[in-house]
């Protein structure tokens, strides 16, 4: 009897752990996401910054999309969309009327109003500040709010790139909140509208967030925490395969071709509006534009693309991409990989292998297959460059950061090299930051060429805009401000239970993980 009953109580346990376990199995099925963290690679040291008026840089925005929202998002293929802005329309050259969603709240729970972007745009135009998005967000003479739904932006003068700007400079803090704790708390522990709250960063190793239950876009975010690992580059791959990490946007070439190998992982690419940058001094020999050209025809871009990307890209005659609104890359041929024509312009300015040419670049480490590519291929015309690497975090404090804070960069070498997004799909947007004299990434400084700009920015007609921009690009491939390199195809590495659902054109962090889930 005793033995008959202990059975008994044996089987119910038993029957009510496999219940159990029946139950947890189905819940795990049907709500996947919600049960899993998404832990990702983007950047190797800690950003600059994870806030807004901090920051203009991939690495810090990369961090900072998913605690705030901007005004305006983009869908797939770069065009612009409602977002916190339900809607504008323009009342003439210098005015566009926005109305704001009703009903979204701040992490903290403040309601988010008309108000609240009014106190964000002027922060970043508050010289006192000292925000690297100032430059950006500088055509914008002011805000008006109409009521807590409504306002009203005015420009300096007609800018056809606005809305552009707003897609990506706009995320909208809350004024209440940061008048009560001030910028320099704020900064520590940020609040937003977005789909992430912060949580914590361990300098050096982790940045944390975790879902916003509030958040005003249902169904999002299908995960309860969004990771980002600091990892060092070179250890990115092997990481995604050991499942150390689920997603690592960025993968190089090399890598790519490693990985598609691997059943457990999935690969997905695209040519996006990245490239790599070097930029150049237009001053001492490099104020030649005969050097300059002579430089170009010394890098063989094909070469670049196969070490920097193994060959999964194209290669861009000038700064302008291909997809870009006002790029010339469909109007113009590159410029040819002619080492003999180079060490001919060069021996007639008495550069020679044995009088050579010393320059320095810094080179953001991302970069660094791409920058060596280049030191070899101008040592054959007499040219020797010297290169100092460092993480991409350090080379955005050391140029654009220190640029726009301090005026500018910390570093004296003719060139900067690095792999940079253009996150509004506006080919203004790299035109200035690479090499307006005020531009944060800029080494250069021609007042004909800021003009040329100024001119093409200067007109509220997106058609003439474009037309005008063109012309933009041409003046940078005739003038060879830039050694010009290739478009990347964009490669995300994920683990074969992610599902990402497609990559935006500018290749920036924007909404790619939103939409993530989680078998």
């Not at 030191?375 to 050391?398: H, T």
């Not at 950061?401 to 080919?427: F, L, Q, R």
Request: positive net charge.
């Amino acid at each position: 009897m005793v033995l008959n009953r202990l059975n008994k109580q044996v089987f119910k346990r038993w029957q009510l752990m496999c219940f159990s376990l029946f139950f947890l199995s189905f819940f795990l099925s049907v709500f996947p996401a919600y049960s899993k963290d998404l832990r990702v690679v983007y950047f190797s040291t800690d950003p600059p910054a994870i806030v807004p008026y901090r920051a203009f840089d991939p690495d810090s925005y990369a961090v900072i999309n998913y605690i705030f929202d901007k005004l305006i998002a983009f869908d797939y293929d770069g065009n612009p969309k409602p977002w916190l802005a339900e809607s504008w329309k323009r009342l003439d050259d210098l005015t566009v009327e926005f109305k704001l969603r009703k009903g979204v709240k701040f992490h903290n729970g403040d309601p988010l109003t008309a108000e609240d972007v009014k106190f964000t745009i002027e922060t970043h135009l508050d010289p006192n500040v000292k925000s690297p998005t100032s430059g950006i967000l500088s055509s914008i003479k002011e805000v008006q709010v109409i009521d807590d739904y409504t306002f009203r932006i005015k420009t300096h003068f007609p800018d056809g790139m606005l809305i552009y700007r707003l897609h990506m400079f706009s995320d909208v803090m809350p004024s209440k909140y940061i008048r009560k704790v001030g910028l320099d708390e704020f900064a520590k522990r940020p609040v937003g509208t977005g789909p992430f709250k912060f949580e914590s960063w361990e300098v050096g190793r982790r940045i944390v967030l975790v879902k916003n239950d509030m958040y005003w876009q249902k169904g999002w975010p299908k995960y309860e925490r969004l990771i980002f690992e600091m990892i060092p580059e070179k250890l990115w791959a092997d990481s995604l395969k050991k499942g150390s990490v689920d997603i690592v946007i960025n993968l190089l070439g090399k890598d790519v071709i490693d990985l598609k190998r691997d059943p457990n992982i999935k690969v997905m690419q695209k040519l996006v509006h990245i490239g790599y940058q070097v930029v150049m001094r237009n001053q001492g020999v490099l104020a030649d534009v005969e050097v300059r050209r002579a430089l170009n025809y010394a890098v063989d871009k094909n070469a670049l693309l196969r070490a920097g990307d193994s060959g999964f890209g194209k290669i861009i005659p000038s700064l302008g991409k291909f997809g870009e609104l006002g790029s010339a890359a469909d109007e113009l041929k590159p410029y040819e990989y002619n080492p003999a024509k180079s060490k001919q312009i060069l021996e007639s300015k008495g550069i020679t292998k044995d009088k050579p040419l010393v320059l320095r670049a810094l080179v953001a480490d991302v970069a660094a297959p791409v920058a060596r590519v280049i030191k070899q291929n101008l040592a054959a015309v007499g040219v020797r460059l010297d290169i100092k690497e460092v993480g991409r975090s350090e080379w955005n404090k050391m140029i654009p950061i220190a640029k726009m804070t301090k005026g500018k960069p910390d570093w004296d070498g003719e060139m900067a090299i690095s792999m940079v997004d253009n996150p509004i799909k506006d080919a203004a947007f790299h035109y200035f930051i690479f090499l307006h004299s005020q531009g944060p990434f800029s080494l250069l400084n021609e007042k004909e060429y800021d003009e040329k700009l100024f001119w093409a920015l200067a007109v509220a007609d997106e058609k003439e805009h474009e037309r005008r921009l063109k012309e933009v690009d041409k003046m940078i491939y005739e003038k060879a401000y830039i050694i010009s390199t290739y478009q990347r195809m964009l490669s995300v590495g994920m683990r074969k239970n992610v599902n990402l659902p497609g990559i935006v054109i500018n290749g920036h962090m924007d909404n790619i993980l939103w939409n993530v889930t989680i078998d």
